[in-house]
């Protein structure tokens, strides 16, 4: 007790032990982006509106995860799928997320890949039991001198502008400010409807261009080395991350660290620590 009162109370030490472990994950995190801003995409598999409303039970996710870290979190591009199932829900086909923040890339980076949730629909008349799946991309930000390194010719992109939309078809700007850009050599395509201004998404968009292509040119290099580094898990429909289990009974599972939980409101709710903790110190050096 005397020990207690002189380190100030359970407050006070539950702050330290948390300062702690943020020193300690910081020695974990010295990749070359660890430390930056991340962009963070998530793309609704198929099985339709049920596909979508979990996409953005998982940007909620985000989103309160972000919160709880201090990170900035702000919306670049959301797909909405179709109004349907109880109070009209309405989900997305794919949302584009700008996260800011000290090692905010660093953190979320291992949840790159497929998110499986089972549940009873929500969209069933008859309440039948439902897998969905959500892929999650996790890009950092990276730097002016690094986008100099990546050549894009004159012809090389197709730029295409279209109005701003909300839910229901709902326009949040009249002029059509939203940019979408496609990279014809390798058909990856870009989009931002953020800003009023359609000078400022064309340049958010091709920022979330420029990542894409160096992750790209950075996976073939590994491609390269496979035969040295061994094969590479790729953020694919059949790599599963985490499993949410809402019935017959309720469980996350990480499927790489074997964490588990039976809070599944706490974690959909923002707390991911003990995932991204476990599995940043299972394989240190991907961070």
């Known amino acids: 007790m005397e020990l207690l009162k002189e380190l100030g109370g359970e407050k006070e030490i539950a ?9 300690e ?22 099985g339709g509106q049920d596909s979508q409303d979990w996409a953005t039970l998982l940007l909620r996710m985000y989103e309160r995860y ?3 870290k201090g990170f900035k979190f702000q919306i670049l591009h959301q797909s909405f799928g179709e109004a349907g199932g109880p109070e009209g829900r309405l989900g997305i086909k794919s ?16 949840e790159n890949g497929v998110h499986r949730l089972v549940r009873i629909s929500p969209f069933s008349s008859k309440s039948l039991r439902h897998t969905s799946f959500t892929l999650v991309e996790v ?5 002016k001198s690094e986008e100099s390194e990546i050549k894009i010719g004159a012809g090389d992109i197709k730029t295409e502008t279209f109005r701003s939309s909300g ?24 989009s931002c409807q953020n800003e ?8 958010r968009a091709m920022k979330i261009l420029f990542a894409k292509l160096y992750q790209l040119r950075q996976e073939q290099k590994l491609k390269e080395l496979k035969e040295i580094k061994g094969e590479r898990v790729s953020a694919s429909w059949g790599n599963q991350i985490r499993s949410y289990v809402l019935q017959p009974y309720r469980l996350v599972k990480d499927l790489r660290t074997g ?15 003990k995932f991204i903790e476990a599995e940043i110190k299972i394989n240190p050096t991907n961070y």
């Open 66 to 68: 972000c919160q709880r």
């Open 15 to 23: 702050e330290y032990d948390k300062k702690l472990r943020e020193k």
């Open 139 to 143: 890009l950092p930000e990276i730097s």
């Open 95 to 110: 949302g584009v997320i700008e996260i800011k923040g000290n090692y905010a890339y660093g953190f979320l980076k291992g």
């Open 259 to 273: 964490i588990e939980t039976s809070d599944v409101e706490k974690v959909l709710d923002g707390d991911l620590d």
């Open 167 to 190: 839910p229901g078809g709902q326009y949040v700007n009249k002029r059509e400010s939203a940019i979408r850009i496609t990279h014809l050599p390798t058909g990856i395509q870009v």
């Open 25 to 46: 994950f910081q020695i974990f995190l010295s990749g070359k982006y660890a430390q930056g801003n991340a962009i963070l995409s998530i793309f609704a598999g198929a």
């Open 196 to 203: 009023r201004l359609q000078g400022q998404n064309r340049e």
